[in-house]
């Protein structure tokens, strides 16, 4: 991540969960792609790796993005927000897409029904 | 908002705070602005009214954005993402950004010290 824009993780709010909002954009397109949960360990994981990683509030995992299905995330930029509560985190997208639903960005589908 | 794509409030998962993350997004060229929370009642106003209105977690209460900066934010299309707990909105930012700090995009500044 040398020269890469990043943040430091020192600065990052993180809420009562110990958890911040990250918003994943398409570099390339500038599609808004998901938006998913850090914890520090993933963040710093995030930063060291250059891909994303995220916590998994479902399944209170850490969750390496593309570890089964391919579709990794490599980070261009990470920005942190003017309070310092939201990461905005710009990538390559491998693979189809961004959704477990196979669509690019998670916002191109409809939601299931609750 | 007739023809707009927008979400059914119905189907949109409010946290346990009643509350559902927000990005608002520049629909002219991509840029992500912020990140914001909405609950159902700012989720109604902005439907209706077409602008953004959110949910201030920090002064616990309705905001209107742009009632007292000008800076409204006119909304272009509304999306949910597929597991219902996020939205996506994509706006004409009126004014010289949606940052309290002047900026254009909330992730152009460096966050202030904790």
Not at 7 to 18: I, K, Q, S, W, Y
Not at 22 to 48: C, F, H, K, P, W
Not at 54 to 60: A, C, G, I, T
Request: glycine share 10%; hydrophobic share 40%.
């Amino acid at each position: 991540m040398s020269g890469v824009r990043s943040v430091d993780p020192l600065a990052v709010h993180f809420d009562d969960r110990g958890l911040v909002p990250a918003i994943v954009q398409d570099a390339d397109d500038g599609r808004v792609l998901m938006l998913a949960y850090m914890n520090a360990e993933s963040l710093g994981r995030t930063i060291a790796e250059g891909r994303t990683v995220f916590w998994s509030r479902s399944r209170r995992e850490l969750w390496a993005k593309g570890d089964t299905s391919g579709e990794v995330q490599h980070v261009v930029e990470l920005s942190l927000d003017c309070d310092g509560d939201t990461i905005l985190v710009r990538v390559h997208q491998d693979g189809g897409g961004a959704c477990h639903t196979g669509a690019r960005s998670c916002f191109d589908v409809a939601p299931k029904e609750a």
